[in-house]
């Protein structure tokens, strides 16, 4: 993937949660399955195959692709519900419980943005489906998510282009990364750390 190919709506989240996580994904290709990578994919297997299906006047989109050429942002919706009101509605799949995150906020609100652009109306709200407790949470897509979604497309781009990794996070967010063992965020803050030490020594020497 390079600066001018379009960004995975994907690439949002992983940059939300860890800039070097996406990095690793789309600047260098790797990729590693964990417990949790292995229950997203079980869920998403869910919503996978595209179709479509009429539940109460209510057109159900699977698997629908979606793009921006404004944004240069590509990618699909798990769901998407056309009311007969001519609400759209993206819902977005998850593992785990119900709870607020950021990093797929932002995913669902790039799929509004694509919508948007592409259907020529409003996208004002969406829904991210946590499955462990098979409940939605909606999401207000807010100017804040939109400028988000901007800020955030413009920083990965930055990054592709420069063709460098953004530094280890090395925090609580590791432990459920399935990328911890190719980052080794431990090994590298401490070599980190060890140059500091080495340079202030420097300076007092001196």
Not at 140 to 145: K, P, V
Request: glycine share 6%; hydrophobic share 35%.
């Amino acid at each position: 993937m390079t600066e001018t190919d379009p960004i995975p709506l994907s690439a949002l989240q992983h940059w939300a949660y860890c800039p070097r996580q996406c990095g690793l994904i789309h600047l260098e290709q790797a990729f590693e399955d964990n417990i949790h990578t292995a229950r997203g994919q079980a869920v998403h297997h869910l919503v996978d195959e595209p179709g479509y299906e009429m539940k109460a006047g209510v057109k159900v989109e699977r698997a629908l692709p979606l793009w921006s050429d404004r944004l240069g942002l590509i990618g699909k919706a798990d769901l998407v519900e056309f009311h007969p009101d001519g609400t759209v509605f993206p819902v977005e799949f998850k593992h785990g419980r119900k709870r607020q995150k950021v990093h797929d906020d932002i995913q669902l609100a790039g799929q509004a943005m694509c919508l948007e652009e592409m259907l020529g109306r409003p996208v004002p709200k969406g829904a991210i489906y946590h499955a462990s407790s098979r409940r939605r949470r909606e999401v207000a897509i807010t100017q804040e998510l939109h400028q988000l979604v901007e800020t955030t497309a413009a920083a990965i781009r930055s990054m592709l282009a420069a063709g460098r990794l953004p530094p280890p996070a090395n925090d609580e967010r590791c432990r459920e990364c399935s990328l911890k063992d190719i980052c080794q965020p431990e090994a590298i803050a401490s070599a980190r750390l060890q140059h500091e030490l080495r340079i202030d020594l420097y300076d007092i020497e001196d």
